[in-house]
């Protein structure tokens, strides 16, 4: 392919093809269209003919228009669109890969719980009594969970081997046996340090554990008993959201958006498999970016 009217001659050649095979509506056809010439141009931006768009191009698409903010609903129809396009083109020898192969559709109907503010979860990670050990372990496990975006039960699995407190990270294994390195930032990397100099003996006695945070046995804390400690904390703070055991990792993912971060680098700290799945916390950078133009812009 030499220039961009052998990409719109192929977009015309694929539409034709699929309402001659299938009679699709011409609101449907419509549709694909605009989708494929949504991503055709953006390919043009970037120096790029439609159909030499690779995989980590179209994950690049993908997170374009997750931060300008389009629903994850949207994304969905616009990759099923995608998909048709290019296995049309892989069909007909166009090209040799196919760039939608093993990306994720985005997932349409979860709603994330009520989001904790930044306020909020300090006054829940504050919450535990500090002096007692227990106290302590908790409000660690509250630090270092809401540090990393851990899922609980990646945090109650957690192994002291599996620290490396010169560095901050913590080495996590996570869905599918996948490992990531995750940071763990200066507070909870102080706080960890602290944990493990004191209360955690105390806890222990004469017993030991590989475990980060044990219980008074030596096993690890449960998934279902932290999920108590976390209810009974944020009714102590009187935080009246309908918790979930994810509600700090929802809140970490946010608050990293609203703040700026790439949305790649959050679904690397969140194990993601897929950009897909991250995409759900994007609402959150949509405000983030009404809040911008109504603060900068001269009429906003």
Same mark, same amino acid.
């Given at each position: 392919?030499?220039?961009?009217?052998?990409?719109?001659?192929?977009?015309?050649?694929?539409?034709?093809?699929?309402?001659?095979?299938?009679?699709?509506?011409?609101?449907?056809?419509?549709?694909?269209?605009?989708?494929?010439?949504?991503?055709?141009?953006?390919?043009?931006?970037?120096?790029?003919?439609?159909?030499?768009?690779?995989?980590?191009?179209?994950?690049?698409?993908?997170?374009?228009?997750?931060?300008?903010?389009?629903?994850?609903?949207?994304?969905?129809?616009?990759?099923?669109?995608?998909?048709?396009?290019?296995?049309?083109?892989?069909?007909?020898?166009?090209?040799?890969?196919?760039?939608?192969?093993?990306?994720?559709?985005?997932?349409?109907?979860?709603?994330?719980?009520?989001?904790?503010?930044?306020?909020?979860? @300090?006054?829940?990670?504050?919450?535990?009594?500090?002096?007692?050990?227990?106290? /302590?372990? *908790?409000?660690?496990?509250? +630090? %270092? #969970?809401?540090?990393?975006?851990?899922?609980?039960?990646?945090?109650?699995?957690?192994?002291?081997?599996?620290?490396?407190?010169?560095?901050?990270?913590?080495?996590?294994?996570?869905?599918?046996?996948?490992?990531? @390195?995750?940071?763990?930032?200066?507070?909870?990397?102080?706080?960890?340090?602290? /944990?493990? *100099?004191?209360?955690?003996? +105390? %806890? #222990?006695?004469?017993?030991?554990?590989?475990?980060?945070?044990?219980?008074?046995?030596?096993?690890?804390?449960?998934?279902?008993?932290?999920?108590?400690?976390?209810?009974?904390?944020?009714?102590?703070?009187?935080?009246?959201?309908?918790?979930?055991?994810?509600?700090?990792?929802?809140?970490?993912?946010?608050?990293?958006?609203?703040?700026?971060?790439? #949305?790649?680098?959050?679904?690397?700290?969140?194990?993601?498999?897929?950009?897909?799945?991250?995409?759900?916390?994007?609402?959150?950078?949509?405000?983030?970016?009404?809040?911008?133009?109504?603060?900068?812009?001269?009429?906003?």
């Amino acid at each position: 392919m030499t220039n961009n009217s052998d990409s719109d001659q192929i977009i015309d050649t694929f539409i034709d093809s699929i309402w001659l095979e299938q009679g699709l509506s011409k609101s449907t056809l419509s549709a694909y269209r605009s989708d494929i010439n949504v991503l055709g141009k953006w390919a043009l931006s970037k120096h790029l003919k439609i159909e030499d768009i690779s995989r980590a191009d179209l994950l690049d698409f993908i997170a374009d228009k997750a931060h300008s903010g389009i629903s994850a609903r949207t994304s969905a129809r616009m990759l099923s669109s995608f998909r048709r396009f290019y296995g049309y083109l892989f069909q007909e020898e166009i090209i040799s890969t196919n760039p939608t192969e093993k990306i994720s559709m985005p997932k349409i109907g979860k709603s994330l719980p009520k989001l904790l503010t930044e306020e909020e979860v @300090l006054q829940l990670i504050k919450a535990p009594n500090s002096k007692k050990p227990l106290g /302590f372990r *908790d409000r660690t496990m509250l +630090e %270092i #969970l809401y540090a990393t975006g851990l899922r609980v039960s990646e945090l109650v699995s957690l192994k002291q081997a599996d620290v490396n407190l010169n560095q901050g990270y913590v080495r996590v294994m996570g869905k599918g046996n996948k490992e990531r @390195l995750v940071p763990m930032g200066t507070i909870a990397k102080r706080r960890l340090k602290n /944990f493990l *100099d004191g209360p955690i003996t +105390e %806890i #222990l006695g004469e017993r030991q554990s590989e475990f980060l945070f044990p219980t008074k046995t030596s096993e690890h804390i449960s998934r279902q008993a932290f999920w108590q400690i976390i209810k009974k904390y944020s009714k102590k703070v009187g935080i009246k959201s309908d918790l979930s055991p994810h509600s700090l990792r929802h809140a970490f993912a946010t608050h990293l958006i609203n703040h700026g971060a790439d #949305l790649r680098v959050v679904q690397m700290l969140l194990g993601h498999s897929d950009l897909s799945t991250t995409q759900i916390y994007t609402h959150i950078a949509q405000h983030r970016l009404k809040d911008i133009h109504q603060k900068h812009h001269p009429r906003g």
